[in-house]
């Protein structure tokens, strides 16, 4: 089966035998290794200095990622200002919620741009606002939002990013440098081609010093602490970790995030043209899309479940839209190991399902 969900994506060969690797203590020299190793290939997708910047290792989905960097690194007494235009907007803005962090939103209609005045109106009028999180790639629509002019606005102002980067890391620009970033949380079953149940929080290591733990179990600058000492608070998905190292030696070998972002626009380009000449129109022009999923509208006269179970037969998953977009469209995203003779058999089920419907 062909997954073109949003991840878990479909693993290499490598990387699935990765998963079958030794049973390892997580309190042994053989998982220091691994560990310590993991989190030098996570700086070096986006060529991170270690002095300057920690990856931190978490059990747990994207969201434990997202939770842990936003309650973790959001200061009590000033507050964090949230611009949401999707999904995963507006879910850190529940975990703010949740946790009791001060917080304000900018919110747009799903799929829409940010406008850069507005978020520079809130930050002329509250000198409080110390954080600013944002999602790179908005899932629920394809839009890749443009951190680097948020960046840039923030970096001004004194004020720190927290990026929610989970559908973008490894295949999309991130220039932690320019953007005044704090932090970018992420996980290794989307662009890492990693399997499920291990994500992560590239920290900056001086933003955690005056880190405020809200939980226990996703206090990050504990688990920073314990990990540079190459030990880990918990016990850690061992076998998970196997299946992730395996994948960041491969995006290394196949030529680093540049590399997979070629591969992925290759192949969205490719899905994108077939499909329009079916009639079926994207929700997002090009340039407003990443490289990872491309939102379309659904063909005419046929709803999500016939289109699901059509291609599903024929050997392929696609994605439902969320909430009110779960009547209107459809999400294909080219992540995983997928090969150009996979998307040719994509292109013609397409071909035959939507010929059938008319
Ligand atoms: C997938 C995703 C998440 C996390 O989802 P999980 O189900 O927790 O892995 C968070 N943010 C974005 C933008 C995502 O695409």
Known sequence: MILLNPGPVNLSASVREALAGPDLCHREPEFAELQASIRQRLLDVYGLLPAQWAAVLLAGSGTAAVEAMLTSLAPRGRKLLVVENGVYGERMRKIAEVHDIHHQTVSYAWG?????????????????????????????????????????????????????????????????????????????????????????????????????????????????????????????????????????????????????????????????????????????????????????????????????DALKARGFVIYAGQGSFARDIFRVAVMGAITDADIERLVDAFRAVVRLSV
């Open 112 to 308: 829409a741009a940010f406008d850069i005045n507005d978020i520079r109106h809130v930050l002329d009028k509250r000198p409080e606002v110390s954080h600013v999180a944002m999602v790179h790639h908005e899932t629920t629509t394809g839009r890749l939002n443009d951190i680097g002019e948020l960046g840039d606005l923030c970096r001004a102002r004194g004020v720190h990013l927290l990026i929610d980067s989970v559908s973008s890391f490894g295949a999309e620009p991130l220039d932690f440098e320019r953007c005044g970033i704090a932090g970018v949380a992420a996980t290794a079953n989307k662009c890492l081609h990693g399997a499920p149940g291990a994500s992560f929080v590239i920290v900056r290591r001086d933003a955690l010093s005056g880190a405020t733990p809200h939980t226990v179990y996703l206090d990050l600058a504990s688990y920073c602490r314990e990990q540079d000492a190459r030990g880990t608070p918990f016990t850690q998905p061992v076998q998970i970790f196997y299946a992730l190292h395996q994948a960041l030696a491969e995006l290394e070998e196949q030529g680093g995030w540049r590399a997979r972002q070629w591969r992925y626009q290759t192949l969205a380009r490719r899905v994108r043209t077939e499909l329009a000449a079916l009639g079926i129109r994207p929700l997002l022009g090009e340039h407003e899309t990443s490289v990872v999923l491309s939102a379309f509208h659904l063909p005419h006269g046929m709803d999500y479940a016939a289109l699901h």
